[in-house]
């Protein structure tokens, strides 16, 4: 049973010119998707850049404005909610950020940092919170004497570690993670991912895992949603996306990771070649003068278990 139900969501950015400087146009980052969310599944959120990953994860906990479109927790519609900050979402939804290093406040302590939901959410007196916060510390590896450093003091792994505790600091229930370890070197990230699905097991988290690296959402993510140009192309579990890809774009994306020997690169680029050419004779309006791809129709059938939730506001 899913906890969290997106409809339909929109997000679009005015772009403003002229000499009144009106709006002349619009940004359509997240145009109409829909999805799910199960306790202690882990989502994946995949495209290339610009594709509106992180605008669709902003506008879930509320940091994005939502044009149109519905979100609903635990069946109340909370869509737009962010402002009333005691309300149940806002403390079951957490976010974690690529870029750990400026999400938290240099000016700051860590146990001041990992304060803040709690002093949000949480009535607790002084002395519960100072062992609620070395209780987090525990949890994320890091010494009780972190609590009185600033984050200037930490690497990279250890900072990405310190918002994990902030995020998990008030039990939250869905844990959305922005391209959360890209900014860390490969030993440190695995590291990260190995220790993010632990608390997920311990804690029954679910994560909606942004990336726009195909072999970490392998290795974290139970479904995937394909995301281009603010609509899902393909949603299926990892192993239709990884097994049997539908849409051009998931094959392009897939063949696209590097590795495998090179007999490998080279039959998965003569796959890919052939795809496209079928692709192509099939949907000739998506190809400009150029022969690239402009625009890609959602797929009419999608994998079975995600069929329902494709995008409803595709062309
Ligand atoms: N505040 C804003 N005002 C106007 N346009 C915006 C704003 N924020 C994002 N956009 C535009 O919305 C689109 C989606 O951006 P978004 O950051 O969600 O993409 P993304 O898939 O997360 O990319 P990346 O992987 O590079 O972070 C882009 O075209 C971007 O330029």
Same mark, same amino acid.
């Given at each position: 049973m899913?906890?969290?139900?997106i409809?339909?969501?929109?997000?679009h950015?005015?772009v403003?010119?002229?000499?009144?400087?009106?709006v002349?146009?619009?940004?359509?980052?997240?145009?109409?998707?829909?999805?799910?969310?199960e306790?202690?599944?882990?989502?994946?959120?995949?495209g290339?850049s610009?594709?509106?990953?992180?605008?669709?994860g902003?506008?879930?906990?509320?940091?994005?404005?939502?044009?149109?479109?519905?979100?609903?927790?635990?069946g109340?519609?909370?869509t737009?909610?962010?402002?009333?900050?005691?309300?149940?979402?806002?403390r079951?939804?957490?976010?974690?950020?690529?870029?750990?290093h400026?999400s938290?406040?240099?000016?700051?302590?860590?146990?001041?940092?990992? =304060?803040? +939901?709690?002093r949000?959410?949480?009535?607790?007196?002084p002395?519960?919170? !100072? *062992?609620?916060?070395s @209780?987090?510390?525990?949890?994320?590896?890091?010494?009780?004497?972190?609590k009185f450093?600033y984050?200037?003091?930490?690497?990279g792994?250890?900072?990405?570690r310190?918002?994990i505790a902030?995020?998990?600091?008030?039990n939250p229930k869905?844990?959305i993670?922005?391209?959360p370890?890209?900014?860390?070197?490969?030993s440190?990230?695995?590291?990260v991912?190995?220790?993010?699905?632990d608390?997920?097991n311990?804690?029954?988290l679910?994560?909606?895992?942004?990336s726009?690296?195909?072999?970490v959402?392998?290795?974290?993510c139970d479904?995937?949603?394909?995301m281009?140009?603010?609509r899902?192309?393909?949603?299926?579990?990892?192993y239709?996306?990884y097994?049997?890809?539908?849409?051009i774009?998931?094959?392009?994306?897939?063949? =696209?990771? +590097?590795?495998?020997?090179p007999?490998g690169?080279?039959k998965?680029?003569? !796959? *890919?070649?052939?795809? @496209?050419?079928?692709?192509k004779a099939?949907?000739?309006n998506?190809?400009?003068e150029?022969d690239?791809v402009?625009?890609l129709?959602p797929?009419s059938?999608?994998?079975s278990?995600?069929?329902?939730?494709?995008?409803?506001g595709?062309?």
């Amino acid at each position: 049973m899913s906890f969290i139900q997106i409809n339909n969501l929109h997000v679009h950015y005015p772009v403003r010119g002229g000499f009144f400087n009106s709006v002349i146009d619009q940004v359509y980052a997240v145009d109409g998707i829909s999805m799910e969310f199960e306790k202690g599944k882990t989502y994946g959120l995949v495209g290339e850049s610009g594709c509106g990953k992180s605008t669709t994860g902003k506008a879930i906990i509320g940091l994005e404005r939502i044009t149109s479109g519905s979100i609903f927790y635990e069946g109340e519609n909370v869509t737009n909610k962010r402002r009333s900050r005691k309300s149940a979402f806002n403390r079951d939804v957490q976010m974690i950020f690529q870029d750990s290093h400026s999400s938290l406040n240099p000016r700051k302590r860590v146990k001041d940092i990992i =304060a803040e +939901p709690i002093r949000n959410f949480l009535k607790l007196t002084p002395k519960e919170e !100072e *062992r609620k916060i070395s @209780e987090l510390l525990e949890i994320v590896g890091m010494p009780e004497d972190a609590k009185f450093k600033y984050p200037h003091e930490f690497s990279g792994g250890q900072k990405q570690r310190l918002g994990i505790a902030r995020a998990i600091a008030t039990n939250p229930k869905l844990i959305i993670a922005d391209e959360p370890v890209s900014a860390l070197d490969l030993s440190v990230q695995a590291q990260v991912l190995n220790f993010m699905k632990d608390i997920q097991n311990e804690f029954r988290l679910s994560y909606l895992f942004i990336s726009h690296d195909l072999g970490v959402v392998k290795h974290m993510c139970d479904h995937i949603s394909i995301m281009y140009k603010g609509r899902f192309v393909e949603i299926g579990t990892k192993y239709d996306i990884y097994n049997h890809p539908q849409h051009i774009y998931t094959k392009r994306l897939l063949s =696209a990771i +590097p590795g495998g020997s090179p007999i490998g690169r080279e039959k998965r680029k003569r !796959e *890919r070649i052939r795809v @496209e050419q079928h692709y192509k004779a099939e949907h000739k309006n998506y190809f400009d003068e150029n022969d690239r791809v402009f625009d890609l129709k959602p797929i009419s059938k999608t994998h079975s278990v995600a069929a329902a939730s494709i995008s409803k506001g595709g062309k």
